[in-house]
């Protein structure tokens, strides 16, 4: 590396540190005098007054009305409405916000005037959405809801990006990282960067502008949040070697120095694939961060960049064994890399220099992070992090030079409160409800008991002023913030959605193993040789393997949601992959789609012939029939029933396919493809979703409920399909890619292009989704089926 590049890097990092270390100084000097005390201890008793002194009363009130658990979103958010808290806290959360996210200062009337229209606009949503969404999952929290949200601002190319960039980084965090908390980060990064954006707007941008700011803004807030779990939460994970993470940090520290990233060489063991891949993601990732950077701030972002991974490093290498390190050592690079994380947001988003953020910034980052150390603290011992808590627990006993972190976090907050904020009063409030809260959450998690216990060891030196503090954290009311709230439900969302997920993915495999064992046609003694030769047919095309998706279906309809009987519903199951593999035999004919693979074996005519093909198509429906007719055990009326609506649904298919072989060579509207396709593919969901309901006597109103979101499932289904044979692999689908093409086929991605395929895509996932919240039973594995439909690979 050049030695000029590394001098003026080295450069960097020390103007950085020494600023660091003058405010460490500052800091140190209030912990040694103890100034700080009697300087929080007044502005603790003007905070008591509109926390304390109407306490009985609210307190009284808020029992007698049933306060419930802050972590219980849609519950505490109508408590709070229902009280009269909901604008109070909103305030205070919006401006923390602004305050931690975006670097204002909250005595700024521009700043305040801004602050109250969000928090109206924020109201306005929250009572709508609890008044829509009842106890579901917040609206925006939904994959439908964001999609929503990117119609409205005309950015849905860069929600669906990010949506599959979040599932493809969600499934190669290894299982030794906290999925969770990794994503969640990565998430929160993503909303920062485009809050600043929407800041930096204002509201006099045009509607086009404005969607490609947004859009910019998502992408760069995934580039620069993929550094959290794949940089920060990666290295301190036990998932690489010691050389691996040595490789690794060259690799990132050149980049910094370069501006362009080093090939990773020859990989080998285990890690080498979630090496490649993430090389491949902050490859991709940095180089559109440097392409979207302004010349004025492109220094700027590697300066700053450089000086956070390099804090970064240097506390990570630290190793609680040892026992001399510093007070210096422990805090200065805890400053510079707490506040380089957040300047850089401004460099990455090319946004003009603003002297008052990057000073309120510098001087505010070890306020979150001395927090979220003092939270982190059992987990952190586990791990033998070195941070000030677990370094102070250890060595403090022995080294009565150490400074008592919890000290400094509250000559932290003096300082911001009278030497950053100018003593402002709405400052003083917000960082203090802030404080008081954190310890409540902690008091909570881990019980009074541990608690006092932890309070006991870092308050030794401050007595008084800690019983003031802990006063306020048994009795102080209205300190909750959304930001809290949010990132609770945001990880209880995530943890279900994984669970869940799962749990589809078990079932998916169990019965579909169960499905192939019940398919196969059996040959009686003394069937004709012609006879057997059909079967032996039917049951290769069987055999060929396949999702099963319309058999799994109507299995966990039938059995999960009606509770009917497997046994009971095995023929309806064979009747349903019969009457599926049928249809896929003549689609492959030569007179039709002229498919040569399907399922990843020769199509049956090419085994065979064409003419084998056509009458083992017209077996298995024969045999679908009989299969239906064979139903016991139920009524024989509804039997009937369910025979004469599948006769009618397999006509539609066959009109379906007629539509699709007629219009080869056109150019169809959307709305004419929206129709073939239901009839091609939707009505095969519909039936699978429909004919247990039928069984299981159903209401009308819960089988049209059914129908629509089959409709919009079926057509996101093909559509997915039409964009897998655009863009995808013989060897992953099972069949070759550009079929249609060939055919001259048109389809969503031919009419529409890929974007435009994508975008209708998740326009008909969001309307199936709406249907399903209001159908009575709202089936968790719908929901994720349709979330598979429109993320497979094959």
Not at 312 to 334: A, F
Not at 459 to 475: K, T
Not at 710 to 739: N, R, S, W
């Amino acid at each position: 590396m050049n030695e000029e590049i590394t001098l003026q890097a080295d450069l960097w990092y020390r103007l950085a540190e020494r600023k660091a270390a003058r405010y460490f100084t500052s800091l140190y000097e209030q912990v040694k005098e103890k100034t700080y005390v009697p300087v929080l201890t007044n502005d603790f008793q003007l905070w008591k007054k509109s926390h304390m002194g109407r306490y009985s009363l609210l307190s009284f009130f808020s029992q007698a009305i049933g306060k419930p658990d802050s972590r219980d979103y849609h519950s505490y958010i109508r408590w709070l409405n229902h009280t009269g808290k909901l604008d109070g806290f909103l305030d205070r959360s919006i401006s923390y916000i602004y305050m931690r996210d975006l670097g204002k200062s909250l005595n700024a009337p521009a700043t305040q005037n801004r602050i109250q229209r969000v928090v109206a606009d924020v109201k306005r949503y929250l009572i709508r959405s609890l008044a829509a969404n009842g106890g579901a999952e917040p609206e925006f929290m939904s994959l439908a809801g964001l999609y929503r949200w990117a119609r409205k601002e005309g950015i849905e190319t860069a929600i669906i990006w990010v949506i599959d960039k979040l599932n493809a980084v969600s499934s190669h965090i290894p299982k030794e990282m906290n999925s969770e908390h990794s994503l969640r980060k990565l998430i929160k990064i993503i909303t920062g960067v485009v809050l600043h954006v929407i800041e930096e707007m204002g509201d006099h941008t045009s509607p086009a502008e404005r969607a490609h700011r947004l859009d910019e803004a998502i992408r760069l807030g995934y580039s620069y949040g993929l550094t959290y779990p794949f940089i920060d939460d990666l290295l301190d994970s036990p998932v690489l070697s010691v050389r691996e993470k040595e490789q690794y940090g060259r690799m990132i520290r050149t980049a910094l120095l370069t501006g362009t990233v080093p090939e990773p060489g020859k990989l080998a063991g285990p890690n080498k694939e979630l090496i490649r891949y993430v090389h491949t993601e902050l490859r991709d990732a940095y180089a559109y961060i440097k392409r979207h950077q302004q010349p004025e701030t492109q220094r700027l972002f590697f300066e700053q960049s450089y000086i956070f991974f390099h804090a970064q490093d240097m506390d990570r290498t630290k190793e609680l064994s040892n026992p001399d390190y510093t007070n210096e050592e422990l805090y200065v690079p805890i400053i510079l890399k707490s506040a380089f994380s957040r300047l850089i947001v401004r460099s990455v988003i090319h946004a003009p220099a603003d002297e008052g953020f990057d000073e309120r910034t510098f001087y505010y980052g070890i306020y979150n992070q001395l927090a979220d150390d003092f939270a982190d603290m059992f987990e952190d011992m586990k791990a033998g992090a070195v941070t000030p808590f677990t370094y102070y627990l250890t060595y403090g006993g022995q080294r009565p030079d150490l400074i008592n972190p919890f000290e400094l976090y509250w000559a932290v907050i003096s300082h911001l409160i009278h030497n950053v904020y100018d003593s402002d009063a709405k400052t003083r409030e917000v960082i203090l409800d802030r404080a008081i809260n954190g310890l409540k959450r902690c008091r909570q998690r881990v019980g009074v008991e541990t608690y006092n216990e932890i309070i006991g060891a870092f308050a030794s030196g401050i007595p008084e002023f800690n019983r003031l503090v802990q006063q306020m954290v048994r009795r102080a009311d209205d300190v909750n913030f959304f930001d809290k709230l949010l990132r609770d439900q945001m990880v209880t969302v995530l943890k279900n959605d994984r669970r869940e997920k799962q749990q589809f993915l078990d079932t998916v495999k169990t019965v579909r193993q169960q499905i192939n064992s019940l398919l196969l046609i059996p040959k009686q003694d003394g069937i004709p040789p012609m006879k057997e030769a059909m079967i032996d047919s039917a049951n290769y095309s069987l055999e060929g393997g396949g999702k099963r998706l319309r058999p799994i279906l109507a299995w966990v309809m039938g059995v999960d949601e009606y509770g009917l009987q497997a046994a009971a519903i095995a023929p309806l199951l064979r009747s349903l992959e019969y009457m599926h593999t049928a249809s896929l035999i003549f689609d492959d004919l030569p007179s039709q789609d002229n498919a040569s693979v399907r399922r990843g074996r020769p199509t049956l005519h090419e085994v065979h012939d064409s003419a084998t093909a056509e009458l083992t198509g017209l077996f298995l429906i024969q045999k679908a029939i009989e299969e239906q007719a064979s139903l016991d055990g139920f009524d024989p009326k509804v039997v009937m029933a369910l025979m004469q609506y599948s006769s009618q649904r397999a006509g539609d298919m066959c009109a379906g396919q007629a539509m699709d072989l007629q219009s080869k060579g056109k150019v169809l509207t959307l709305e004419q493809l929206n129709s073939i396709c239901f009839y091609k593919t939707g009505i095969a969901f519909e039936a699978s979703l429909v004919m247990p309901a039928i069984l299981a006597k159903a209401e009308a109103a819960e089988i049209a409920g059914l129908t629509k979101f089959a409709y919009h499932t079926g057509i996101a289904f093909q559509i997915k399909d039409d964009l897998l044979d655009a863009e995808g692999d013989l060897h992953v689908l099972g069949k070759p890619a550009g079929i249609d093409i060939e055919n001259n086929t048109s389809t969503f991605v031919t009419v529409l292009g890929r974007e435009g395929a994508k975008k209708e895509m998740w326009e008909h996932y969001s309307l199936a989704m709406k249907e399903l919240k209001k159908l009575p039973r709202n089936p968790v594995f719908l929901k994720h089926l349709l979330t598979y439909i429109i993320s497979r690979d094959y």
